[in-house]
């Protein structure tokens, strides 16, 4: 079974730039998260997909980043203007259940710094 | 608010000793997963163990093993036979159902240095 994948693996802008970032779930899996790790801290959450529609992005910073997943299938992040706070590496995960996260899958991240 | 806590920021074992992880959290959920990832260098979140909250039987998955207290709200990790290759950052992490749906609330996570 293919993973969850995403690119780049790495990405270096400067601040005030617009960055994107993608990612393609487990096939089959309805729900994609999207989190965000900054340096010496866990994963936190910023938005949740079911298929095509978003059910939480009570912490994405909505003045700055966007995301969509079109199709129900694959998903972009969107960063833009970028700030320097927003250096960390941003996680795509994808599980098959919604409820008791069966097959709960993390993708490798991308590693976005910010200068 | 749902909180996840890992009081050890680092931590070192000698390669064939045993380790323990630990992890307290908060919910008001009454069924509840939890789980432990573990993030190598490479950044891939692996996950090592997963508990239901409904079964008092604790998880195994061979040399990794938990020690869930529901009423404490404790979930250490256990390593046994420790291998450089278990050198990682370790997290732990429950289910988190403030939306409609589920995700994860993770901790800052533990450090673990395999020596050999």
């Known amino acids: 079974e293919a993973g969850v994948a995403q690119s780049p693996r790495y990405k270096i802008i400067e601040k005030r730039q617009s960055v994107a970032f993608w990612c393609n779930p487990i096939?089959?899996?309805?729900?994609l998260y999207w989190y965000q790790q900054i340096l010496g801290q866990g994963p936190k959450l910023l938005i949740q997909?079911?298929?095509?529609?978003?059910?939480?992005d009570s912490q994405l910073p909505k003045d700055r980043f966007s995301a969509e997943r079109l199709k129900g299938v694959d998903s972009t992040l969107k960063i833009q203007p970028a700030k320097l706070e927003d250096s960390a590496v941003y996680l795509c995960a994808s599980s098959l259940d919604y409820r008791s996260l069966l097959g709960y899958t993390f993708g490798s991240g991308t590693r976005l710094t910010v200068v | 608010a749902q909180t996840v806590t890992q009081s050890q920021p680092e931590m070192s074992v000698q390669e064939a000793e045993t380790v323990t992880l630990s992890c307290t959290y908060d919910t008001s959920e009454n069924n509840y997963y939890l789980f432990w990832y573990k993030q190598p260098p490479s950044r891939q979140m692996i996950l090592v163990i997963r508990?239901?909250?409904?079964?008092?039987q604790n998880a195994t998955e061979n040399r990794f093993s938990v020690n869930f207290q529901k009423a404490a709200k404790s979930f250490s990790l256990k390593i046994s036979d420790s291998q450089l290759g278990d050198t990682a950052m370790y997290f732990c992490?429950?289910?988190?159902?403030?939306?409609?749906?589920?995700?994860?609330?993770f901790g800052k996570g533990t450090k673990l240095s395999v020596k050999p």
């Open positions: 997909f079911q298929n095509n529609g978003v059910v939480d």
């Open positions: 508990q239901e909250a409904y079964k008092q």
């Open positions: 992490a429950c289910t988190n159902y403030g939306g409609s749906q589920g995700n994860l609330i």
């Open positions: 096939s089959g899996h309805a729900t």
